[in-house]
């Protein structure tokens, strides 16, 4: 990852992903979503790079599939795999 897509402020929207090249971005934000909670479980809470997966869930996912898919880890009902 780029150190520019890493420091506070300077991602607006997320970055062209090859996986996901149609307009259609639900997978990216899912994906980029599952990244950073598995990035966070091995890695642990402070490491900074999963951020960067934070960012981009934060930029394509609706607020509202992000708060349900929170509720659920934390319900332990959560169907991905983390």
């Not at 897509?5 to 996986?19: I, K, N, Q, Y």
Request: hydrophobic fraction near 30%.
């Amino acid at each position: 990852m780029p150190a520019a897509m890493l420091s506070e402020g300077t991602v607006s929207t997320a970055p062209f992903d090859p996986r996901f090249p149609n307009t259609n971005q639900t997978r990216y934000c899912y994906q980029s979503y599952l990244d950073f909670h598995r990035c966070q479980k091995v890695k642990g809470q402070g490491y900074a790079p999963c951020n960067y997966f934070k960012k981009m869930y934060e930029a394509l996912c609706p607020n509202a599939w992000v708060e349900k898919w929170d509720d659920q880890i934390d319900g332990g009902s959560f169907s991905g795999h983390i």
